[in-house]
T-cell receptor, first 116, second 115 residues
């Protein structure tokens, strides 16, 4: 069982819709991530939150808007998406400090998004 | 800059045979190296990692990898493949100064197990 929970598992939306993806972890991790994964490709980093503050934005289009309401929750708000945004969106969490389990990201099972 | 190259996007082995998945890295400083596994319709799970110390690292499910600085490699092996090993495997690299935030993944290798 994954300790990072993502909802919904599947989402179909039109290009004019507004929807949100949600992620929750209760491991006390203070770094949380959004990755995008296209079919047969590696995950691509989108955003990183560290201590609830946005620390990395990998030049992601503004139609993706992240939010970290508290240390356990991470949202990704979606608006005016394009069909090419269809992908698996993975949430992950980790310790922030390097000497605490470096590189060990805990991933959720992902939210599979289809944009029509 | 840091990167990893996984040779072979698709590897097939017979059940009980040796598994060898190749990963080469490029980094200007000593890297941290990782192998992650992704089962169908699931997220990624850490198999093993090398940070410092012993160059042969053991992970979960019987997998191990050896860091070879002279060859800039971190190949993943398992002596005897099991049907449950069928999955996508990603090699990844980071650097201590970048932290966990800058984990760079390779393009992945899909492992198929032949009964």
């Amino acid at each position: 069982d994954t300790e990072v929970t993502q909802t919904p598992k599947h989402l179909v939306m039109g290009m004019t819709n507004k929807k949100s993806l949600k992620c929750e972890q209760h491991m006390g991790h203070r770094a949380m991530y959004w990755y995008k994964q296209k079919a047969k490709k590696p995950p691509e980093l989108m955003f990183v939150y560290s201590y609830e503050k946005l620390s990395i934005n990998e030049s992601v289009p503004s139609r993706f808007s992240p939010e970290c309401p508290n240390s356990s929750l991470l949202n990704l708000h979606l608006h005016a998406l394009q069909p090419e945004d269809s992908a698996l969106y993975l949430c992950a969490s980790s310790q922030v400090l390097l000497d605490l389990r470096p590189g060990e990201l805990f991933f959720g099972e992902g939210s599979r998004l289809t944009v029509l | 800059a840091q990167s990893v190259t996984q040779l072979g996007s698709h590897v097939s082995v017979s059940e009980g045979a040796l598994v060898l998945l190749r990963c080469n890295y490029s980094s200007s400083v000593p890297p941290y190296l990782f192998w992650y596994v992704q089962y169908p319709n699931q997220g990624l799970q850490l198999l093993l990692k090398y940070t410092t110390g012993a160059t042969l690292v053991k992970g979960i499910n019987g997998f191990e990898a050896e860091f070879k600085k002279s060859e800039t490699s971190f190949h993943l092996t398992k002596p005897s493949a099991h049907m449950s090993d069928a999955a996508e495997y990603f090699c990844a690299v980071s650097h201590p100064s970048f932290g966990n935030e800058k984990l760079t993944f390779g393009t992945g290798t899909r492992l198929t197990i032949i009964p």
